[in-house]
């Protein structure tokens, strides 16, 4: 943090100086997120009192440390504790304002969609159902398949892929042994097919 100071007339004494910085330094680190921050100190003297005045420009805001006293080092320091306090609560409404309101729902098992892929024997499919209906009423002909059980399955081609359609399934996916990609065959109602490749 860079301090501009403004009405000092002598420097301070070596062990106070030291203790200002100290305290500009725990400043700085709650104000020196996004770059280099710089506080501005002017510093006023009528007769014996001393008035400090500490500016910082922080998440779009100004804020304002006044401190007096009959000593400068006291006037500082309490000027400081006032643009701390203020450095605090503006740092806690930046972070309530620009977090979300709700906390990010975590996903469950049941909320996850389960992918079906080719089974290792043939099933019936059952004809389309609405979305009101649930999939658990389905019939005893509906199994559930584990994608991830690809490691015991080997790539065939487009041809074989026909040939699992012809037990009366609508769709096949498999991976393609000549691209090597995964491709989903689906029969369309006009009785030609659809090829999607990924």
């Given amino acids: 943090m860079k301090v501009n100071y403004k009405g000092i007339k002598n ?15 725990k400043l700085s680190k709650l104000v020196d997120g996004r770059g280099e921050k710089q506080a501005h100190v002017v510093v006023t003297s009528e007769r014996h009192l001393h008035k400090a005045e ?3 420009h922080v998440h779009n805001h100004q804020l ?3 401190g007096t006293d009959s000593d400068v080092y006291n ?8 643009i701390e306090k203020q450095a605090v609560k503006q740092g806690a409404k ?14 469950t098992a049941k909320d996850i969609p389960e992918i079906p892929a080719r089974p290792s024997v043939p099933v019936k499919t059952a004809k389309r159902k609405t979305a009101a209906a649930p999939a658990a009423s389905s019939g005893a002909g509906t199994r559930v398949f ?5 490691e015991r399955r080997k790539p065939i081609t487009l041809e074989e892929a026909l040939l699992e359609m012809e037990d009366g399934r609508e769709y ?15 029969r369309r109602r006009d009785g030609h097919y659809d090829l999607i490749e990924t």
């Avoid at 006037?75 to 006032?82: K, Y």
């Avoid at 930046?94 to 996903?107: G, I, N, Q, V």
């Avoid at 584990?146 to 690809?150: I, L, S």
């Fill in 11 to 25: 420097d301070f004494l070596p062990k106070l100086q030291e203790k200002l910085d100290a305290k500009f330094a």
């Fill in 54 to 56: 500490v500016t910082l």
């Fill in 64 to 66: 304002v440390g006044i």
């Fill in 75 to 82: 006037a500082m320091s309490a000027a400081l504790d006032r």
């Fill in 94 to 107: 930046w972070r309530d304002t620009t977090r979300r309101s709700e906390p990010m729902k975590t996903a």
């Fill in 146 to 150: 584990r994608p991830n059980q690809h």
């Fill in 172 to 186: 096949v996916a498999y991976r393609d042994a000549d691209k090597q990609v995964v491709s989903i065959l689906i």
